[in-house]
């Protein structure tokens, strides 16, 4: 009797004379050693600024992080381990023997099941020992690697990666011993990626239930560690929670089910246990029989009596005609069988529920816009569309020596281009098949929202022109592979040590894109813009790689396998009877297409470095030592600015001219102007009377030496002149769109170094004499002559004086009523325009034509904002208020002021108000939130010193807060709340410096002046009253209104504030301001 | 209509294991059914797939109608039907629908020519009532069937069928011979066999090989006349057939009805008692040649 040991023993030995298992294993150590050390910086080096701030990157945390991506990757190796074991038998033929001999299956399926978990779990071992050696390797002197521990991997190992790959694994075991076809077990590794990525979109709100049922226990660690600040996750050991435990004897334990049912099933017969008919099979014989049927009766005759040879056609045409019907037939295979309609239905569901919560994130529902729904899902669907591209491409080519049927085509006078076309072809329409279900599911979740703008241009362009090259390219990089190899292991290994190879090879300091195959560059969609320049590089980098792969495809074709598999000597001698002198002649045309392809992308990059050199730390180091000391330079301040723009949005391209008057304010002569000018334009600089005595032309700052002394009152011009940088195909080196330009004031020179130091720190007297937000102006005159072309509008801040068109361009003149804060936006697009007056102010929004939804909630917000603000800070200044929107491509904020304008991103117009009425209606509130702004934040400017976010943003924030109560009432205000708690908390956790008490509030810490400052304001306005408040705020902003000498810190507002109150109310706003006390939210907060 | 020839000049195919599968194979084929005889392991299959242009040779060139089949394999291809030792088809397929498939491999574009060559094919093969059941699910003789059905779609003047008779039960062999002789009288159809008799009951002109190596090469009737009057019968003890075998070729042993053991030898004259003069065999003239390459 054959015993277990027997079979385990052969299994164990068949694996380790493989060198396919060593160069898995051996590629997973790899793969995690260079992850660990590219992440340690030791190919280019730390990127980090202190010590608090780094996240080490060999805690219990940062391994089990790395652990769950490792896993991932590493399900293609178990899938070949465990999908092997029984597959073996059954490829091989032994099965029909095997299963005659005196075996127990229990024995058998033991030894199977038993030796791929042994080889299984040897390399995962290795691949943490890649991450073990990546740790000693960098040594505690690295500043991202602490102190090692050795229970770290053991944890990991025993608790996460382990039991997920049993899990997993048994799964593979069960499908392929079921189905016997390895393509299952590739199909159900895939699976649990997608499962995970479905459980996640379906159960993102019920996080434990999540938690339980993830198969990776990814989302259980998350649980368990939800509560980390970031001292906790670079500290403590690996969490094994009740939750952890659980999920992991749930899957255990469903495991062991499994493989019960399969023992059960299990017996040693000559048939599978799941058979996989084909679907269209009994369709297709119906039809054929009945169209048969009668030709043969038609034909019967003929064969009896005459006989007339077959037309035999090779002509072009008909070659093309047989080629496509070849792909036909290879796609009706593809496509039929059982384990694609699973992969398509799992892929389709995964990428419905991603749109679902692409469009309602929880705190925000957006309208399912197409760029929204092409973004992020298509990333990911593209991911399982080029995996199943490397599995159904391998299968295809070798498909008919699968079935025996190699000899039988390889005698048919057909050309190796046709079979190698067809399977190319086969494989790309079933591309194209997936695309289509996407896009399915994309139009789907429209009509399901009730959005009926289909935009089937934009998604034809995006599927067909920018996505399916990249695809089209890897189908030819995997025909090839497969090619190359005919073992259909090896072919998928080397695409996927391809895929794998390409997304580390940043972390290995190579970032050409010469070197990133088949990558494409970034894209991102704006209804304003589209594509925008991007589709310059995009298209070029593409042509480059679709060279690439035609240069493959030449190799393929001469490499291609017809009939049988020969040995590489016989391959090397059809290699010159595959070549003639038109193939030549093409090949050569595509490697020097390929060749000047890339050496104009070479340029482009030169170019751009070149353009924008790389800072390095030694630069910035000496740039720092040479001017830090002229950060308390005295300088003249900017008092008046003269502005001519032109821009030109069809070649993305501007010219500025402009002149300061700059002012000497300070008590003392100057004879020296420190300047810093745009650092993505190219800046002339003219001052009369003056000399250039020291530069940086990298870091763009000047210092001129004055032939006149500047006294105290006295003022000089300075003119200058400003080009954005040449465009490149990589880079936009302007800000000047297609349509929906937005130039911002960083634009223009500055007076000062170009760093400000650390926020001064809130007792700093001398730095209360600025304001927060630049040293060179107060308040400034601004008037601004603005050209573009005939079609778009242009805006600049102020009053528009006068509108004329000359030249063919239409020319604006904007000026400023009063003078205002230098903190300016300049735009240029065709916009939709609605307006409304309201107490004689005109209230406007500039918007794309299709994104006119939300803009009558955002003139409510602006209206509501006038009426609450007027009646206790004065009236609003200006004649109109302009809503402008911007692409959202240009900048990460939602919206700004700038003087009468409020640049708003064009996300705030795709926000469903409709779907998020209970919740918070944020197209209002923000407007509201920036209106006021123009009192508390222009009118009133609080000093450069800490704690100033809280006087502009808490301040609006509550106001934003009382606005919104008496428009929408107190159960909606209290979701709100509810939202900045939330908004609070979660910083909170993401904290990486000291939690900073709200007087002190640095720039950075959003969470504090937005989320605690506006509830801890509005609590306070609660127990004093909230006409108390206003008094407060009034008295605020009439003592401290610009310019000041003098600009108001946190401490003159609470001074104003205990004014107003009772001393017994002092230890409260106390504790709320100018405290990190704990503070929870309470019910009557509601 | 011209007249057919396939030739092969000093061909020789060495595999990277060392194994020597042709050895200079110098072979003229006429129109008409041509065996090729030869044991297990002769490199019938290899010369077959070389004849195919599925694999090339090292040395040697192979003509057909005087044209080097591999200078220009495609337009060779179109005149050949092949059908190797073993083949699978795509599982759940009908035979019509598979040779619809292989009418498109081998250029026959138009619907209604496929449409009519199908049918032709199906016809000649018996398998026009069992066209739409799956050809995996079909008996071994139904199964060459189709495999000949297959290379008869596009009407080849070069049929190469590499031991289609193997595993068949008399009956189907005998349908399947048939079908053979149908299409064997304008073409020239290159058959290879380890089975005497197909040879004998089919071929006008056989090749005999061994280890790569030409025996011989030779009508059947003229083997079997050479041999007349040298083939010999006889039941001897094992050690009076020792002592025969010195001066005489044993050529083959078999046992009769009676349970008797049968020995064939050949020899120009013998005169012993116990030895009979029998009539010679197309199975003595291989048996002797195989015996003549082994001395």
Known sequence: MINNIAVFKQEIRYWLSSPLYYVLSIAFFAFAFLSFIGTGGYFDGVQTSTEQTIAFINTPYAIAQNSFLFTKAFLFFTAILMGYALYRDHSTGTFEVLYTYPIKKVDYLLAKFGSALVLMSLSAVLLLLGLLVGELLLGTGNPKVTSFNSLTYGLTFGVYLLPTLITIGTFIFVAVGCSRQLLTAFITALSFLLAQLLLTNVFFSQPNLLALLDPFAQYAFEATTSNWDFSTKNSEQLPISTLVLWNRLLWLAISAALLGWFYHRFDFQYEPIISFPSFTLNKLKKTEATKSDQVTTATKALVKNTYKKPLLDFSIRAKLKALFYLAIQDLKYLISSKAFVFLSVLSIATVFFIQLRVCNTGDFVLYPITRLLLAAPLSLYSIIIIISTFLYSGMLVNRDRAHKMQELVGACAVNNWQVLGAKLTGVAMMQMLQLFLFFVVCIGIQLLNGYHQFEFGQYAFHLLFLLFPSLLIWNLTSCFAHTLSANFLVGL???????????????????????????????????????????????????????????????????????????????????????????????????????????????????????????????????????????????????????????????????????????????????????????????????????????????????????????????????????????????????????????????????????????????????????????????????????????????????????????????FRYETPQPVKLNFSFHSGEYAHLSETHHGIKLNVYTEESQTQNAALMLEGLKAALDYNATFLGNYPYEDIRIIAFPHTEESYTATLTTNNIPTSEVLFNINIDQMADKVQLPFYVMAHELTHEWFGNQVMPAGVEGAKMLTESITEYISLCIYRDHFGEELLANFIDIQYQRYQNGLKKEKQEEMPLYKVKDHQQYIAYGKGSVALYRIAQQIGEAKMKAVLKEYLSTFKAPVEHYPTTIDFINILKKHTEDAQHPFIESLLMTTDPFILESKDK | MESLSFRLKSVSKTYKNGVKAIDQLDVTIGAGMFGLLGPNGAGKSSLMRTMATLQLPDSGQLFFNGQDIFANKLAFRKKLGYLPQSFGVYPKSSAYRLLDYFAHLKGISAKKERQYAIDRVLELTNLTDVQHKAVHTYSGGMRQRFGIAQLLLNDPQLIIVDEPTAGLDPAERSRFLNVLRRIGNDNIVIFSTHLVEDVKDLCHDMLIMNKGKQLAQIEPKSAIASLKGKIWETQLQEQDLAELKIEHQLLSQHYNEQNKLIQRLYSDAVTHELIRSTEPSLEDFYFLSLKKQQS
Not at chain 1, 672 to 689: A, K, V, Y
Request: proline letters at 3%; hydrophobic letters at 40%; one cysteine or more.
């Open chain 1, 493 to 811: 290994t080397l695409l996927l040590g391809l895929w794998f190879g390409i997304q580390a090879l940043p972390q290995l300091g190579l970032r050409s894109l010469l070197f990133q195959y088949n990558t494409p560059v970034e894209l991102s969609y704006s209804d304003f813009n589209g594509y925008g320049h991007q589709l310059l590089g995009f298209g070029l980098n593409t042509l480059y790689w679709l060279c690439a792969g035609a240069i493959l495809l030449f190799a393929t074709r001469l490499l291609w396998i017809r009939a049988n598999v020969l040995d590489w000597k016989e391959r090397a001698r059809h290699l010159s009877s595959r070549t003639n002198t038109a193939s030549l002649l093409l090949l050569s045309i595509f490697l020097l297409s390929f060749l000047g392809l890339g050496y104009v992308m070479h340029q482009a990059e030169i170019e751009d470095q070149n353009l924008y050199p790389k800072i390095s730390k030694s630069t910035l180091a000496n740039y720092k030592k040479t001017w830090q000391q002229y950060d308390h330079l005295a300088l003249p301040a900017i008092t008046d600015i003269l502005l001519h723009i032109d821009l030109y949005p069809e070649d993305n391209r501007m010219q500025i001219e402009g002149q300061y008057l700059l002012v000497n304010t300070q008590k003392e002569s100057i004879d020296t102007l420190l300047i810093h000018t745009g650092f993505d334009e190219m800046t002339n600089l003219n001052i009369d009377q003056a000399e250039l005595i020291q530069a940086d032309s990298s870091m763009q700052t000047y210092m001129y030496r004055l032939h006149q002394t500047l006294q105290e009152g006295d003022s000089l011009l300075l003119k200058f002149n400003i080009q954005n940088k040449p465009n490149t195909y990589f880079s936009r080196n302007s800000n000047v769109l297609a349509n929906g330009t937005f130039i911002k004031q960083d634009v223009l020179p500055r007076l000062s170094y170009r760093f400000q130091e650390q926020q001064a720190a809130l007792s700093d007297m001398e730095a209360a004499h600025n304001h927060f937000y630049h040293r060179d102006a107060d308040l400034v005159h601004l008037t601004t002559n603005i050209s573009t072309n005939d079609e778009q509008l242009a805006f600049a801040p102020g009053v528009c004086r006068e509108q004329f068109k000359q030249g063919g361009r239409n020319h």
